[in-house]
């Protein structure tokens, strides 16, 4: 580009700086629905004297480029009359200002082939600047927080309550035998007499526990704080292993109860076997407790469609709501309260009552202890959990015959 052309520009451009910079002052002071104070007033009128001083040296310099154009043009026009036979060699493309440049695409748009030519050449020509050129200009955001599904709540541990576990060895006792009571058979006779026997069911407790070693160049870098993440994580796995070793432990202990039938179950056969189930878990605790049933999120498709929250009225259930799901109960049938816990089997549908059971905890938390050597933090999570089914036919599972 010549020096008059780059001057020009140079020119041109501050004019319309100035100019905005003047819009800029007057549209604030209309946004506030004001007059120009004095100091907005001069500094407007400096901008326009100096837009006169830069038009006053753009004139002679626009009068000559147009001049230029216009002998480009006419020496165009006639290369074109001669037939293009003094064109460019199309691999010598090489156009010293922005006028020349003008001159062959005005004579591309009006025919000229070698012209559209030069300016198809001189296009294809160009580096193509793309991101994969350049990333180290473009580093990876993290937007928003960590994506992390982890279901943390325990729903047949909080229903039952976590007791303080104990030290030391210990057990449960139970009553395996009771004293007798009868009708005396006749005057002066001997009652009935029966000694009472009791056991003792031994607790053991497991310790669930994990651990993880960071460095510290990994907690010094990270965003979030990878700490933070790696803590909670790990409490929330201790939640997930705890809560399924308990729904495995009643499941195993209860005792079958006949299954439903084969085929789409009815409301009525739900409530029957239901009903049937309480009635045999009275006569294990005699009333002892609360009443329970338990099912594992894949059975919401079975019993939801059947007790809907619309219009419960003379209907055995309030309806179950699906965004209770996570908060412990999501409704009830015949007045039982219904857990939904991630740690039941698929299939699985749990009724009990919680004397037939205990769960006993005693969580230790976080430990941590640092790494100088290899400089790095070593993060364990763990605690001691045990579970003890008292009552085996106080738990009753119902299953569904495909």
Do not use: C
């Not at 870098?221 to 070793?245: C, F, H, R």
């Amino acid at each position: 580009m010549r020096a008059t052309d780059q001057m020009l520009a140079r020119l041109s451009g501050e004019i319309a700086e100035k100019q905005n910079f003047i819009d800029g002052v007057v549209e604030a002071a209309e946004k506030e629905g004001r007059d120009l104070t004095s100091q907005e007033m001069e500094l407007v009128t400096r901008a326009r004297t100096r837009q006169g001083e830069l038009n006053d040296q753009a004139k002679p310099m626009q009068e000559a480029a147009e001049i230029a154009l216009e002998s480009a043009r006419r020496i165009s026009e006639i290369g074109k009359l001669m037939g293009d036979q003094q064109q460019k060699p199309v691999g010598e493309i090489a156009y010293r200002t922005a006028g020349e440049w003008t001159v062959d695409y005005i004579a591309a748009a009006t025919g000229s082939i070698s012209a559209k030519e030069r300016i198809e050449h001189y296009t294809r020509a160009a580096a193509h600047q793309t991101t994969a050129d350049n990333p180290g200009l473009l580093p990876v955001q993290i937007v928003g927080n960590l994506i992390n599904f982890v279901d943390q709540s325990r729903p047949l541990i909080g229903f039952f309550g976590a007791r303080q576990l104990p030290s030391g060895s210990w057990a449960r006792p139970r009553i395996t035998q009771h004293t007798q009571i009868a009708a005396q058979s006749a005057e002066k006779t001997e009652l009935v007499s029966r000694k009472m026997l009791i056991d003792s069911l031994p607790v053991t407790a497991t310790t669930m526990g994990g651990y993880i070693n960071l460095s510290r160049q990994n907690q010094a870098w990270s965003s979030p704080p990878i700490m933070d993440i790696v803590v909670s994580d790990l409490a929330g796995q201790y939640a997930i292993e705890t809560e399924n070793k308990f729904a495995d432990d009643l499941m195993a202990a209860a005792t079958a109860e006949t299954a439903l039938p084969t085929g789409a179950a009815t409301a009525a056969q739900v409530s029957a076997a239901l009903w049937t189930a309480v009635g045999n878990v009275y006569t294990a605790t005699k009333g002892v407790g609360r009443l329970f049933q338990a099912v594992s999120p894949d059975m919401l498709g079975l019993l939801g469609p059947l007790f809907a929250p619309v219009n419960p009225q003379n209907s055995q259930s309030t309806g179950f709501n699906a965004a209770d799901i996570g908060s412990g109960t999501v409704g009830s049938i015949s007045g039982v309260p219904v857990i939904v816990s991630a740690g039941l089997n698929a299939g699985s549908w749990l009724v009990g009552s919680t004397a037939g059971a205990e769960v006993y905890e005693d969580r230790i938390g976080v430990l941590s202890v640092i790494e100088p050597s290899v400089l790095g933090t070593q993060v364990a999570y763990g605690g001691f959990f045990a579970d003890v089914v008292l009552v085996p036919t106080a738990l009753r599972k119902i299953a569904k015959t495909p």
